[in-house]
């Protein structure tokens, strides 16, 4: 029974209870992207009970990693719209965004201003990485601010 239980947790987050997997080895840990980015183990159960509230998100972006990308357009991504709008959160629907970010010109040694049109409803992995960024952004900024940290300061470092 002890060999189950190892197995089954060993891809876990070093956070009690936390719902995601480990990606982050922290000394001799290995957690999830927002603990990683909480220093103060203290406020780690905040993360944990912002992550446990919207479990039933990570559960969708874990099954939308394994749609048939042919079934995604049209479909499927109607479908995570209608879900995510029936547990309040209209804002996280796969939608078309636009993304910015500077680039440096490599001929002119300028930086300029690249953007692009994401299209979230033809991609599952693009509305993936959007709304699981959004969740531990979420996450992050909540365990901060609990702890009267500036918020902008976690995520920030995280993402370096």
Not at 46 to 63: E, G, Y
Not at 142 to 160: L, M, N, V
Request: aromatic share 8%; net charge positive.
């Amino acid at each position: 029974m002890s060999d189950q239980l190892t197995d089954a947790n060993a891809f876990a987050c070093y956070a009690v209870g936390c719902p995601c997997w480990a990606v982050h080895k922290r000394g001799a840990h290995w957690m999830c992207v927002p603990h990683a980015a909480i220093d103060d183990p203290r406020a780690w159960p905040q993360v944990t009970a912002h992550l446990r509230a919207h479990f039933w998100l990570i559960k969708a972006l874990a099954r939308a990693q394994h749609i048939d990308p042919h079934k995604w357009p049209g479909g499927a991504s109607a479908d995570a719209a209608a879900f995510v709008s029936r547990h309040g959160r209209s804002d996280l629907a796969p939608t078309r965004c636009q993304v910015s970010r500077m680039i440096r010109d490599r001929l002119t040694g300028q930086d300029v201003t690249q953007s692009r049109t994401l299209d979230e409803t033809a991609s599952a992995a693009l509305w993936v990485n959007r709304v699981r960024g959004a969740l531990y952004d979420e996450a992050i900024k909540a365990a901060s601010e609990k702890a009267g940290r500036p918020a902008d300061h976690a995520a920030q470092e995280y993402q370096a």
